[in-house]
């Protein structure tokens, strides 16, 4: 079975540029969840999505973040503009509902200069 | 809010010692407890996960318990192999699915 793919792997850009990593989910997995991991810490959710529905953005900054995930399968996360403290590394991960095990890509590490 | 407190932020052992990482959890309505190891430049991938319907679970040398009661779950690794050094992150979930993090263990297993 194929894992979550994310991409890029690495990505460096000046601040106020703009920004946007790929995932794929699991096959067959209703539920898509992107994390936000800084140096030394936790993962924290960003946004979960049940098919092409958002369940949670609470923690979203949306003046700058914006996320989607057009036919319940690929979702796109942006971030415009960029701030220094957005440096981490953003993972993906899906399941096939909210309740069972959530896969975690290998994730995007961003660079803010 | 909802929060979960990890301890210790590192451990080292040697090679064939006991590992015992230790967490607390805030949100009493939490029913759902995974245990995730991430090694240098990979996701997280779970390694046990416990439900708040049962107080133990065991899988070959890992093992994880639960105490609803005071809030602490535990991650314990018997037999400790230098492959096991890795960051171990334990966290919390409602049936909603969305994880809450602890900071993190990084262990070390000297050989």
């Known amino acids: 079975e194929a894992g979550v793919a994310q991409s890029p792997r690495y990505k460096i850009i000046e601040k106020r540029q703009s920004v946007a990593f790929w995932c794929n989910p699991i096959?067959?997995?209703?539920?898509l969840y992107w994390y936000q991991q800084i140096l030394g810490q936790g993962p924290k959710l960003l946004i979960q999505?049940?098919?092409?529905?958002?369940?949670?953005d609470s923690q979203l900054p949306k003046d700058r973040f914006s996320a989607e995930r057009l036919k319940g399968v690929d979702s796109t996360l942006k971030i415009q503009p960029a701030k220094l403290e957005d440096s981490a590394v953003y993972l993906c991960?899906?399941?096939?509902?909210?309740?069972?095990?959530?896969?975690f890509g290998q994730g995007t590490r961003l660079t803010v200069v | 809010g909802e929060n979960v407190e990890q301890h210790p932020s590192t451990l080292s052992v040697q090679e064939g010692d006991s590992a015992v990482i230790k967490c607390t959890y805030s949100?009493?309505?939490?029913?759902?407890f995974p245990w995730y190891k991430q090694e240098l430049g990979k996701g997280p991938q779970l390694i046990i996960d416990?439900?708040?319907?049962?107080g133990e679970k065991k899988d070959q040398r890992i093992a994880v318990t639960l105490n609803k009661t005071a809030k602490h779950f535990s991650l314990h690794i018997t037999e400790t192999q230098p492959e096991d050094s890795a960051v171990y992150f334990c966290?919390?979930?409602?049936?909603?699915?969305?994880?809450?993090f602890g900071q993190g263990t990084t262990l070390q297993v000297k050989p």
């Open positions: 416990i439900r708040s319907n049962v």
């Open positions: 999505f049940q098919n092409n529905g958002v369940v949670d």
């Open positions: 991960a899906s399941s096939t509902t909210g309740l069972t095990e959530a896969f």
């Open positions: 096959s067959g997995h209703a539920t």
């Open positions: 966290a919390a979930s409602k049936s909603t699915g969305k994880l809450i």
């Open positions: 949100d009493s309505a939490s029913n759902y």
